[in-house]
């Protein structure tokens, strides 16, 4: 029979390596070195919110599933208290969520990240949080594909209305001269 601290590491390095293996994924690594109970609790709040997950786990099974899965430069990242923070679909809603929790709680500190295939440093998660959303991008998409088309409107719009005002002054001539 295996002992239990043996089927933890098992089960959460088997969690961390298959959120690590999805395609497309990303994941953060952060400190939560002096964060209260109350503020942990709150950070998985707002990341359930973005559709992440925090998952606290020992360095040891960390360090050994990224030299596993062959991100030998995230494991200098993993010292002290760490966990991982598992984005879902939008990894700049999770880095903005992340960055936001830093400054308003200073103990929480953005170690590293790892996005479409390439490992990310602190510096590069705060510039993935400025960028705009998964919303406002798509937003911005169809404001450019539909602003041609409002112009075009705009255009045959106008030349109705000078149309009908050209008939207006024609009627209002005759009806002036009868």
Do not use: D, I, P, W
């Given at each position: 029979m295996k002992k239990i601290s043996l089927i933890i590491k098992e089960t959460s390095g088997k969690i961390i390596k298959d959120n690590i293996s999805v395609p497309d994924a990303g994941f953060f690594i952060v400190k939560y070195s002096g964060l209260s109970s109350p503020d942990m609790s709150?950070?998985?709040?707002?990341l359930n919110d973005t559709g992440a997950k925090l998952q606290v786990v020992?360095?040891?099974?960390?360090?050994r599933v990224l030299k596993d899965s062959g991100q030998d430069a995230?494991?200098?990242?993993?010292?002290g208290p760490c966990?991982?923070?598992f984005s879902g679909e939008d990894a700049v809603a999770v880095s903005k969520t992340l960055c936001g929790?830093?400054?308003?709680?200073g103990p929480l500190k953005i170690e590293a990240g790892f996005l479409s295939g390439k490992p990310l440093t602190a510096a590069e998660v705060l510039e993935l949080s400025k960028l705009p959303s998964k919303?406002?991008?798509?937003?911005?998409?169809?404001?450019?594909?539909k602003s041609p088309i409002t112009g075009i409107v705009m255009v045959l719009n106008q030349t109705l209305k000078k149309f009908v005002y050209c008939v207006e002054q024609i009627k209002q001539k005759k009806s002036a001269a009868a």
């Open positions: 709150a950070l998985r709040q707002s020992k360095n040891s099974v960390a360090r995230l494991v200098v990242s993993v010292e966990g991982f923070v929790f830093a400054k308003e709680h919303e406002m991008l798509r937003a911005k998409t169809v404001m450019v594909l």
